[in-house]
């Protein structure tokens, strides 16, 4: 019996230490609102909405990415808890001069995440990560949500051809 309720009680602290450590967990790259249109009304508490944002890839001054993701609205949107959908959708543009860092040119940077952001309380997140395709010498930024336990299919690429600025 009492070796039961020190096992509840290690469990409950470890939970909380868990969700202590997410929530405390820093989110990647800042994304400015650009605009947002509702896609649901609700009676109590914000609408459902898509919500576009843009963000600059913080290791390749002249290369923007916009986001047009979903936000779940209603009480729980409002209050933080909702857990918003996968759905999501990327367009990636050349705004200004690019060099490209030695480590993103020989392939040691494939993968490496340049945005993030959390869409529930817990465990599921939005992502973008950033490849370099150096046959055709274009950036491949992919957008895709994921879960500790189980991540979603849905994604979406774009490319930046990586061409000289006049």
Not at 36 to 61: C, H, Q, R, W, Y
Not at 130 to 144: E, G, I, P, S
Request: glycine content about 8%; hydrophobic content about 40%; proline content about 4%.
């Amino acid at each position: 019996m009492q070796c039961q309720v020190k096992t509840k009680k290690r469990n409950a602290l470890n939970a909380l230490l868990i969700l202590i450590i997410i929530l405390l967990t820093p989110s990647i790259g800042v994304a400015e609102q650009i605009g947002s249109v509702s896609t649901k009304f609700k009676m109590l508490g914000a609408n459902d909405k898509i919500v576009i944002e843009a963000f600059d890839d913080p290791d390749i001054a002249g290369a923007t990415c916009y986001l047009s993701r979903a936000k779940t609205g209603g009480v729980s949107g409002v209050v933080g808890i909702a857990e918003d959908t996968s759905d999501a959708s990327i367009a990636c543009r050349q705004i200004g001069p690019i060099s490209l860092p030695e480590k993103v040119k020989n392939g040691e940077e494939d993968g490496k995440e340049v945005f993030k952001k959390s869409t529930s309380l817990l465990f599921k997140s939005l992502q973008v990560v950033r490849f370099y395709d150096a046959k055709r010498n274009v950036l491949v930024y992919l957008t895709y949500s994921d879960r500790i336990i189980e991540g979603s299919p849905k994604n979406s690429i774009s490319i930046i051809p990586i061409t000289p600025w006049h």
